[in-house]
């Protein structure tokens, strides 16, 4: 506001133009994102159509403010198989969040789940006999994987090394760093 304050504080709506809320616009979303920018020139010309109802602005000005271009981000990228064995190669195999992660991504990896469907797996999502994954997607959607073997050596690894889950709720406990 400061564009079209006064010394004495009141405001001096008859300087604001087109050009003026266009180069406020700019200033006020830089270094935001498409959809923060979006939103803030809505508002802006929301403010301009009231201030134009109560006959501070000229009718139309609103009508005049720039919409920033809208960037769809898409689907992340999935990794290569060199970055793929890359993470992998830098697991600790050592300790019990090496495994854990490594059993995490194999399965990310192989199974094609997201992170959060695989921070979500609980012990009674899992059914040794079938073998399969009981796995809650988006939306509270679930569904059933079959892991290959590479995935269930992983997971049994981490299962079995040296833990005791019986008073276990989760597969994955979380890992904090140092």
Known sequence: MELIEERS??????????AMANDFL?????GYSSSTAQCTAALLRGLLTWAA???WVKR???FGVLSPRRIHSGLPK????????ALKGAVDLASPTGSRDM??????ARLGARAGEIAGLTLEDVNWREPSLRVVGKGASSFCLCPLMLVRRWWA????????????VFSFVPCHPL
């Open 26 to 30: 700019v200033r006020a979303v830089a």
């Open 157 to 168: 690894a981490y299962e079995s090394d040296g833990r005791s889950l019986a008073n276990e």
């Open 53 to 55: 109802g109560n006959g």
């Open 78 to 85: 999935a990794l290569s198989v060199g970055g793929v064995a």
């Open 9 to 18: 504080g009141d405001l001096d709506w008859e300087r604001v133009d087109v």
């Open 103 to 108: 059993a995490v991504i194999v399965m990310l």
């Open 60 to 62: 139309g000005t609103a």
